[in-house]
């Protein structure tokens, strides 16, 4: 296998150009042969980011030679990179995060969980030669979203692989939507779409599980709805797609809901909204308060979006 080696000096007093060559050293994973030697198995990648960091020390007065190399006295290079230290200690973290999980905290768990997501994406962005560490991180990070999800929201509903039939508005005014109690971004986004695209004189029943839904009430988002998943598609999607509603600014809002309830492309909104969303579920106990207080969210996500489109 070949190698690349960085061998590097800079003066003393650099401090900065110092510092900034050893963080950049850090963060693509290359291991210290000594001070100032740096390793890391050759690739095209690493090579353009190793000439990159010469380069950069090369022009703040310091000396940088890059080669290529191949050990010939046997020497086992792998196990400089092991990263079983950072995957285990991401296990405590993901474990320390599962201890009191519950539905009042599951939300900022949520966040929790994403952070810990990028962090394995980091860590494995490094791991050269990815062993039983990796897989057990990424099993105990699904393991954490399924609980966080269990808590967020009980009874999830299941993806239905059918067409979505069309609906007309004009035929579902005045009625009694369904949906579980205790919403998040899926259910609260739908519940401010039916009542500002469909149905404005709707009421919104919340309901202990989903057996508990009238016969003649409209559900959405649980298992056997009217309005459900379908597909890749979350409940805002399909609501979206049953009605015909395909502005612009309620694209955006579908990529949003998307990426918040089953997650995909972050859009640049994304962690503020689910922040907030989160601080409003944690505060207000009464399900139609909390969808009252989410609706001016929406709204004004739909202004500005507007305004951009």
């Not at 050893?22 to 100032?36: E, I, N, T």
């Not at 995060?97 to 980091?122: F, I, S, T």
């Not at 015909?244 to 089953?262: F, I, K, N, Q």
Request: glycine residues 8%; aromatic residues 8%; contains cysteine.
């Amino acid at each position: 296998m070949d190698w690349l080696l960085l061998i590097t000096s800079l003066p003393t007093e650099n401090a900065t150009a110092r510092m900034r060559a050893w963080r950049a050293l850090k963060a693509c994973g290359s291991a210290a042969l000594r001070d100032g030697a740096y390793l890391l198995p050759g690739s095209n990648a690493r090579l353009q980011q190793l000439e990159a960091i010469a380069s950069d020390i090369q022009q703040h007065g310091g000396v940088a030679r890059l080669l290529a190399c191949r050990p010939l006295d046997g020497s086992d290079f792998p196990p400089l990179f092991q990263r079983d230290a950072d995957y285990q200690q991401l296990r405590q973290d993901i474990e320390e995060q599962r201890r009191g999980l519950d539905p009042d905290n599951a939300a900022e768990r949520l966040k929790q969980w994403r952070r810990l997501g990028k962090a394995l994406a980091g860590i494995a962005a490094v791991d050269f030669f990815p062993g039983a560490g990796q897989q057990q991180a990424q099993a105990a990070l699904q393991q954490l979203e399924a609980a966080i999800q269990q808590q967020l929201s009980p009874g999830e509903p299941h993806s239905q692989q059918m067409a979505i039939p069309r609906r007309a508005v004009a035929e579902h005014q005045g009625r009694v939507w369904a949906t579980r109690r205790r919403p998040w971004v899926d259910r609260l986004a739908s519940a401010w779409l039916i009542r500002r695209f469909i149905d404005p004189q709707a009421r919104i029943l919340w309901l202990a599980a989903p057996g508990d839904c009238p016969p003649d009430a409209l559900g959405f988002d649980f298992d056997g709805a009217a309005f459900t998943h379908v597909g890749d598609k979350v409940s805002f999607e399909v609501l979206l797609a049953s009605f015909g509603l395909d502005a612009p600014p309620l694209r955006r809002l579908a990529e949003l809901v998307h990426y918040l309830d089953v997650g995909g492309a972050a859009p640049p909104e994304a962690s503020g909204v689910e922040t907030v969303l989160a601080g409003l579920r944690a505060a207000l106990s009464d399900d139609d308060q909390l969808l009252a207080a989410a609706s001016t969210i929406w709204d004004g996500l739909y202004q500005q979006f507007s305004k951009e489109a």
